[in-house]
């Protein structure tokens, strides 16, 4: 485990750019195609022609070669009913609507010993007892990578080889952001759903938090272009989705038990001594004094479908970084103090950008770790477990708590 060194305060301006997530596309990459090197896609003026007003197609800059994982799945017999679990098939090409991200380009890494924060868990530590609860495990932010997930619960031996629950009475708790970004974020959430009910069937449970980007999901369906009060001029949830990786794929395969399923996810809750929530922010204490307040006041806010309230519970999910540099300590023990549990286990804020060290906002490229475990910090107090699966990183699953 690796203490990594914060950079200075992050003073940011609140306009729709502000609720995108860190520059990804600008982390330094190593084209496999003639046209060079891969930049970012480009968000369209209006939708192409013949596409759907509220949900345009986002193109394309050049043909951006496919992840490891959709090049190693063999392509689908058309007759066949899915046998994938999440109940989608991966093919052999992009999705219809999927923006690639610097996920699916080859990535430069750097290599030196210095440049690893490694965490080695034994899935087999703390085996589950005949009796009472299981182990606990988390899993860090998906965004849409569903072969990355199967791979990452089935190394742990949560799922077989089916795709089904096998960890008998063990914990599963996913911190959030199950969609954007990746090419199939609805697979993502039928893929825990399901797991959720063959969890409980087993003993055990398998339960989700909200992460910001569920919370803009559920305001692009239910929104769409409805102007906000963001704070700084015109804002509305469709144009924070589409900036932020929202894919039409997921849109058009968005049904109503998605919906429900997302809107009664709690957003805080405390684990064997481990305060699980979303976002590296502190701004959970805006919405009540302990954990039953927070959740209750967000559930209440979401069923009430006003749009200003909830960008503003939106709004204050994305921000990020309250735990890194010399006051993070101190707002990690006001959380704990509040809430309770020992330590912080949070999502959100990738460990190589909380780290500082991947491409800037101004288009300079730095080097930036591999990631192959969670990143401790804040004095110990903080968990970070979202490995940059959308950069090219490692989607985490691991079991709490971490080996000394």
């Known amino acids: 485990m690796t203490q990594g060194a914060g950079q200075g305060p992050v003073v940011r301006t609140e306009t729709l750019r502000d609720f995108r997530v860190p520059p990804y596309a600008q982390v330094p990459v190593q084209s496999q195609s003639p046209h060079g090197q891969g930049q970012p896609p ?24 496919m992840s490891r994982a959709h090049e190693e799945q063999p392509p689908p017999q058309p007759a066949a009913p899915s046998s994938h679990p999440g109940n989608a098939v991966p093919e052999d090409e992009m999705p219809d609507g999927y923006t ?3 996920r699916d380009l080859p990535v430069i890494r750097a290599g030196g010993p210095g440049d690893t924060v490694q965490v080695h868990v034994d899935p087999e530590e703390a085996a589950a007892a005949e009796d009472g609860l299981g182990p606990l495990y988390v899993v860090g932010d998906v965004h849409g990578y569903l072969d990355e997930l199967v791979a990452a619960l089935t190394a742990q031996g949560l799922i077989d080889t089916e795709g089904n629950w096998s960890a008998g009475n063990a914990r599963l708790w996913f911190l959030g952001d199950f969609t954007d970004r990746g090419p199939d974020g609805i697979g993502v959430i039928d893929l825990v759903m399901r797991l959720s009910a063959e969890a409980a069937a087993a003993g055990g449970y398998c339960k989700a938090l909200m992460g910001n980007h569920e919370l803009l999901l559920l305001g692009a369906k239910r929104f769409g272009d409805t102007p906000v009060n963001s704070g700084a001029g015109t804002a509305t949830f469709q144009a924070a989705w589409l900036l932020n990786g929202g894919q039409k794929s997921d849109m058009d395969r968005l049904q109503d038990v998605h919906l429900q399923w997302m809107a009664r996810l709690d957003a805080v809750v405390e684990e064997d001594g481990h305060l699980l929530l979303h976002s590296d922010t502190t701004a959970y204490l805006d919405y009540g004094s302990t954990i039953e307040d927070v959740n209750d006041t967000v559930h209440a806010i979401i069923t009430r479908n006003d749009a200003d309230e909830c960008w503003d519970v939106f709004r204050k999910f994305t921000k990020r970084f309250a735990f890194r540099d010399d006051g993070g300590p101190e707002a990690v023990r006001q959380l704990l103090g509040t809430y309770g549990g020992t330590r912080v286990v949070h999502g959100h804020s990738p460990i190589p950008y909380l780290l500082g060290e991947v491409g800037t906002e101004d288009g300079e490229d730095g080097a930036r770790p591999v990631v192959e475990g969670p990143h401790v910090y804040a004095d110990g107090l903080a968990i970070a477990m979202d490995g940059g699966v959308t950069m090219a990183g490692k989607l985490l699953v691991v079991q709490l708590p971490l080996p000394n």
């Open 42 to 65: 480009e968000m369209p003026a209006e939708a192409p022609s013949g596409t759907h007003a509220q949900h345009p197609y986002v193109p394309v800059q050049g043909q951006a070669p």
């Open 100 to 102: 690639p991200t610097a």
